[in-house]
């Protein structure tokens, strides 16, 4: 028995469709398919006790990076978190006269993934006769994580903001670096916490 669904049905024989009812159908299928897409989650926490609502001047620290990060990556990383908060805050001139601190962290690390090639098969002689096996594939990659903090002036640790990034894999510098915007606009569209 075949599924037919009532909304995509074919038109009955004879008839044909508008360009209306096609283009409605076509914008329909594109909505439903940006539904499926989602951004990466956003990992929050923060001290309940802070009080973010005098927020008002920021003073950024230098970044850290851990694992495989390359320099010019945490450069690009530190220049998006700033064009994000000069959005909606004032920089400091140090940080003694900045209401919070904010700190940029790339934290990279090296991941090993093992998976079963379903479409490639090999054959080899095994002790009793010719056999087949699905092969393994190996791929080793780069997992990074964009992490923004902010602190009190006294270095306490008020609010923290972690996305994993994308923007490692991005083909050009221009790109990478509109990657990390978005990704640090995702982090501080949650600050502060409410």
């Known amino acids: 028995m075949l599924f037919r669904n009532p909304v995509i049905a074919e038109p009955a024989a004879g008839t044909s469709w508008s360009p209306r009812t096609a283009l409605a159908l076509l914008a329909a299928a594109c909505l439903w398919l940006a539904g499926c897409a989602s951004a990466p989650p956003v990992a929050v926490d923060y001290d309940p006790q802070a009080n973010f609502s005098r927020l008002q001047t920021y003073y950024l620290l230098d970044p850290l990076a851990s694992g495989p990060v390359a320099p010019l990556e945490l450069k690009r990383a530190r220049q998006a978190v700033e064009g994000q908060l000069q959005l909606r805050y004032r920089p400091a001139a140090s940080a003694d006269a900045a209401d919070f601190l904010v700190r940029v962290q790339l934290q990279g690390t090296e991941r090993v993934a093992v998976y079963e090639d379903r479409f490639g098969v090999y054959g080899g002689h095994g002790p009793l006769g010719f056999g087949w096996q699905v092969p393994l594939n190996v791929r080793q990659y780069r997992q990074v ?10 270095q306490v640790p008020l609010w923290r903001g972690s996305i994993p990034s994308r923007a490692m894999g991005a083909r050009s510098p221009e790109e990478q670096q509109q990657r990390l915007y978005n990704e640090a606009a995702l982090i501080l569209n949650r600050f502060p916490p409410y």
């Open 145 to 154: 994580h964009l992490v923004i903090d902010a602190l009190s002036p006294e």
